[in-house]
């Protein structure tokens, strides 16, 4: 598999959709004996209430199209002792929902999770490898492949292939960057417009209404309009609770 590491980057960088990447992910990913494939994008850890942020992007291949409803609608994710475990590791790792195997998430394996093993378990995807990566502006990302029907897979072979999958995963994301800035499914996330982000960054550097207002070139009425604008879609109680948040939400990149 390694020597294809190089042409498949290739093929990532030039696929111009975020779809199409990871078509080309699930593709590559047959080469390690997976059959299925669940990729989330996350902008932050956490929401404005404080609660693990929900994905704004799940892609899923070979997989029961019904997990969206259950991981949205549902608040699956949020159960999830794989999503609990990718939050505090960027290493690639094993799972399995058999209460007797030792990998990670037993940890997190409880009677609120059960809803999450139950959904899984009736669909034949109850081991796997997750690789969990971790950016610099706070969002992540989990990359998980699957062998349906066959839970000994996680307990043989795929321990075998963490190392080259991880590596996979962090190029397949490294590629997707540009696709994701232009897919934006920010689902319940507030949209600044460019004037309310351009306020915000002056009012996270400690500017006034007064100083932005020089530093713009507008009036400082149309200063406090953006700003005012800008918190009340983030729910902020002032403006430097709405640049932490947005700055947190990454609106302000």
């Known amino acids: 598999m390694g020597a ?14 975020l779809g199409a990447q990871v078509d080309l ?18 902008p932050a850890r956490f929401d404005l209430d404080g609660a693990q942020m929900m994905p704004s992007v799940l892609e899923l291949r070979n997989v029961d199209e019904s997990m969206r409803d259950y991981w949205f609608g549902q608040g699956y994710f949020r159960l999830d002792p794989v999503q609990k475990v990718a939050l505090g590791t960027t290493r690639p790792f094993v799972w399995n929902y058999d209460a007797r195997a ?44 699957i062998r349906c029907g066959d839970r000994g897979f996680a307990e043989r072979e795929a321990k075998q292939c963490l190392g080259e999958f991880g590596l996979l995963a962090h190029l397949f994301q490294h590629a997707a960057h540009g696709a994701l800035r232009e897919d934006r499914r920010l689902d319940g996330i507030p949209r600044l417009t460019a004037r309310e982000r351009e306020c915000l960054r002056h009012a996270a550097e400690g500017l006034s209404a007064k100083e932005i207002s020089r530093a713009l070139g507008r009036s400082v009425p149309t200063v406090v309009m953006h700003l005012n604008a800008a918190m009340r879609k983030l729910q902020a109680k002032n403006r430097t609770q709405a640049a932490v948040r947005a700055a947190r939400l990454r609106l302000l990149d």
Not at 113 to 135: Q, W, Y
């Open 4 to 17: 294809d590491i190089g042409m498949i980057e290739q093929r990532l960088d030039a696929a111009t959709t």
């Open 25 to 42: 992910l699930f593709e590559a990913m047959h080469g390690f004996g997976f059959d299925a494939l669940i990729y989330d994008y996350t």
């Open 102 to 145: 030792e990998t990670l998430i037993r940890a997190f394996m409880n009677e609120d999770s059960a809803p999450v093993a139950d959904f899984l378990a009736a669909r034949g995807m109850s081991a796997g490898v997750t690789v969990p990566v971790h950016m610099p502006g706070g969002d992540y990302a989990t990359i998980t492949g």
